[in-house]
């Protein structure tokens, strides 16, 4: 009788330790795999320069996030922090070179997930 019980717990122990890895590496596939026509629609070209247009972008990843993420998690958020590499601090106005999406999830069991990703314009060696 002890042997089933023991059974049973660990049964359930898998069972939800497995439901936690899917939601972990789901959340991974959708952060990180997201499509790169999101970058390519927020694009503003100017004078043959291209700059993220930062209120488009943020319209079109809030929107990618809230069709894919809730399927992996219970409650997400996201922050956005547009810069120009080379330059210190914040970039303020609509035409940034670079952005970092912060995005915090509450996982099933009380858990926590946390990435960041780095998108930018060019190549790691021209900025």
Avoid: W
Wanted: contains cysteine; negative net charge; glycine residues 6%.
């Amino acid at each position: 009788m002890i042997i089933m019980i023991f059974a049973a717990i660990i049964g359930v122990f898998s069972i939800n330790l497995t439901s936690l890895s899917l939601s972990y590496t789901g959340l991974n596939r959708a952060i990180i795999n997201a499509p790169i026509e999101i970058m390519y629609n927020s694009l503003l070209i100017e004078n043959d320069e291209a700059y993220f247009n930062s209120d488009k972008l943020i319209k079109i990843m809030d929107e990618y996030y809230a069709s894919t993420l809730p399927k992996y998690c219970d409650s997400y958020t996201t922050q956005y922090y547009f810069f120009n590499e080379g330059e210190t601090g914040v970039c303020l106005d609509k035409s940034c070179l670079a952005f970092d999406v912060s995005i915090s999830a509450k996982i099933r069991l009380n858990q926590h997930y946390f990435l960041t990703m780095t998108y930018r314009i060019g190549g790691p060696n021209n900025g």
